[in-house]
């Protein structure tokens, strides 16, 4: 017996000096079908044992390295030009990956809620979010990459997901609609491949796509950072919705190393009822994926919230989405952004509008505009200035393209305009009298007449308002009939002049 166990223990002794071998490994971000962006440099990166030489090789190029004492490596690719035909990413070490099929094209993050999430199949609904040709059809120029829903408080260098799938076969029924018909639009002008990087929840709240490093950068934010730190502390749970960082760090921070072109994210009614204050949060998480990209300012676009609810026959009844669509208009300022108004584009009884079509093509404007140099107007026409003269409000607006109309938009159809008819849904406020001078401002809100003049004034009036002081346009959650566009066929961006 004694002999037994000494020989038991010289055997574990023996094993114990040997190095336990860790194989070559990556994440999910490099699998079958993958799609590398065109035009930089591109981060291949993985696991291996501390010091073991690791060799990328992908097309006529072939980078090595060595792996660090933490087991980590990585290389960067060449840029590349656009190529569709599929080729193997091979990575070598003491054995050998390798993904087949992999194209270089677009790298796009698809961000958001529901409404972002919903895919081609609108989870199985009779009504689809696409034709029955691009359910079905070969789209597989578009390859996608979808996250399972996990939440993490801390963040994760791996995610779960059935890796790379070409949008073919019908396998495209799960893929985002919005970044489907984003991707189509891509594709249409420039010709190359578009990977779409699937990661959004539905019903998510953007504090959990902000990721932690952020909150502490937009001084607004810091209290509410500092408030929910110490509720952790002191062991109040939180929801899962309302988990700060929580679906970055596991659905998302496992992309940061990939290089990307951009990102594109349609969220916010999960936000509602904060308004004009989502701004500082959108603000935040851009500037922070951003940040942990490291690189530059990527181009981030994002969808303005659609109409929803029964609408209001009277002009001082908002609700709360207004507001937070201005905190979105408002983002506009940070460098290198765009927002797709779909404010005629909504459904009265569903808060997830099918016509995705629009909402992709949209964005693709701005892509097109702002990456690829292409000779589109992206921006909906934007309030720029009022002036208050003989009972009228004289409204100017930027981003006119060819001047403004009316139109009626049906579905993914083209716009068409509607010569005569006076503009809908615009709006004047009139300063009621006070009871004494420490009562603050009131308005009283009425809907006015408009008529459009010149190509990109409208004039704005009330038979029952003398002396209107302020002016909104489409200020309600459901807007409806509000139909002033720019003849490029965007929708004016709703406003407000009382701030």
């Known amino acids: 017996m004694k002999r037994a166990l000494s020989f038991l223990l010289s055997a574990l002794a023996l094993l114990a000096a040997v190095p336990i071998r860790a194989d070559v490994a990556t994440t999910k971000t490099f699998t079958d079908n993958a799609v590398l962006q065109r035009d930089m440099a591109v981060r291949i990166w993985g696991t291996a044992d501390a010091g073991e030489k690791v060799v990328v090789s992908f097309a006529d190029q072939k980078k090595e390295t060595t792996a660090d004492s933490d087991g980590g490596w990585s290389v960067f690719l060449d840029p590349m030009p656009a190529c569709g035909e599929g080729k193997d990413l091979v990575i070598s070490g003491k054995n050998t990956l390798i993904f087949h099929n992999v194209v270089v094209g677009e790298v796009w993050i698809c961000g958001g809620q529901s409404n972002m999430e919903m895919p081609l199949n609108s989870w199985g609904q009779p009504r689809l979010a696409c034709t029955e040709e691009e359910i079905s059809g070969d789209y597989s120029f578009i390859r996608y990459n979808r996250a399972e829903h996990v939440i993490s408080d801390e963040p994760r260098d791996e995610f ?21 018909h984003f991707a189509v639009r891509l594709h249409k002008e420039l010709g190359c491949p578009v990977g779409l990087i699937d990661s959004n929840w539905g019903g998510s709240n953007i504090n959990s796509w902000i990721p932690a490093t952020g909150w502490k950068k937009v001084p607004e934010l810091i209290p509410i950072r500092d408030q929910y730190e110490a509720e952790l502390s002191a062991g109040k749970k939180v929801e899962d919705w309302a988990r700060q960082a929580g679906m970055f760090n596991a659905m998302l921070n496992p992309w940061v190393p990939y290089t990307i072109r951009g990102a594109i994210w349609y969220q916010g009614e999960s936000n509602a009822a904060e308004q004009e204050f989502y701004f500082f949060k959108q603000k935040a998480m851009i500037e922070e994926w951003r940040h942990l990209w490291g690189e530059g300012d990527f181009p981030f676009y994002w969808v303005q919230l659609a109409p929803f609810t029964h609408p209001s026959i009277r002009a001082d009844v908002t609700g709360d989405w207004p507001g937070l669509r201005d905190g979105q208009t408002k983002c506009l300022e940070l460098p290198n952004t765009g ?18 079509f ?3 093509n949209r964005l693709a404007l701005w892509a097109l505009a702002g990456v690829f140099g292409k000779d589109v107007e992206p921006q909906s026409p934007t309030f720029e200035s009022v002036k208050f003269e003989n009972g009228k409000a004289i409204v100017k607006f930027s981003h006119v393209g060819s001047g403004l109309i009316t139109g009626v938009k049906n579905g993914r159809e083209s716009l068409v305009e509607t010569p005569g008819t006076a503009p809908l849904r615009f709006a004047v406020g009139e300063l009621l009298p006070k009871n004494n001078e420490k009562d603050p401002d009131k308005l009283a809100w009425i809907f006015a007449d408009a008529e459009i003049v010149g190509s990109d004034t409208v004039v704005v009036s009330s038979p029952y308002v003398k002396n209107p002081s302020a002016v909104r346009y489409a200020w309600q959650m459901n807007p409806e009939g509000c139909n002033l566009y720019s003849r490029e066929g965007l929708p004016a961006t709703p406003f407000r002049t009382d701030k």
């Open 160 to 180: 779960n997901s059935a890796g790379w799938l070409l949008c073919k076969d019908g396998i495209q029924k799960n893929c985002t609609a919005a970044g489907f």
């Open 339 to 356: 927002q797709a108004v779909i404010i005629d584009v909504g459904e009265t009884l569903d808060i997830h509008p099918r016509d995705k």
């Open 358 to 360: 629009d909402v992709g």
